[in-house]
Nanobody
Framework: QVQLVESGGGLVQVGDSLRLSCAASGRSFSNSAMAWFRQAPGKDREFVASISWSGSTTYNTNSVKGRFTISRDNAKNTVYLQMNSLKPEDTAVYYC??????????????????WGQGTQVTVSS
């Protein structure tokens, strides 16, 4: 059974940093793209960042460029999201996603086949 488990969320102040982790189990994703999405209260889930199977290609949505960094450790079957200079508008539930076999991911939710349960990030002003 494939599972993606996010951790690292919490309540922080404006300008603080957090590092989210997503540990996968049940199969290896070393040949697959992975990504982070988020969903703020009352809003649709939106793309945050993606990373190719090797980690050589990453893509961030404009609102987090220069502040968030996605990375992965295939030996640990884990993807990370380093979030710096957090803003109140970053408040959301953050979800990890993984593609079944696609080596390079997209920005659409339909590009991904497996999802975690989410971790709450709250940025207080």
């Amino acid at each position: 059974q494939v599972q993606l488990v996010e951790s690292g969320g919490g309540l922080v102040q404006v300008g603080d940093s957090l590092r989210l982790s997503c540990a996968a189990s049940g199969r290896s994703f070393s040949n697959s793209a992975m990504a982070w999405f988020r969903q703020a209260p009352g809003k649709d889930r939106e793309f945050v960042a993606s990373i190719s199977w090797s980690g050589s290609t990453t893509y961030n949505t404009n609102s987090v460029k220069g502040r968030f960094t996605i990375s992965r450790d295939n030996a640990k079957n884990t993807v990370y999201l380093q979030m710096n200079s957090l803003k109140p508008e970053d408040t959301a539930v953050y979800y990890c996603a993984a593609a079944r076999s696609t080596p390079r991911g997209g920005v659409s939710q339909s590009s991904y086949d497996y999802w975690g349960q989410g971790t709450q990030v709250t940025v207080s002003s």
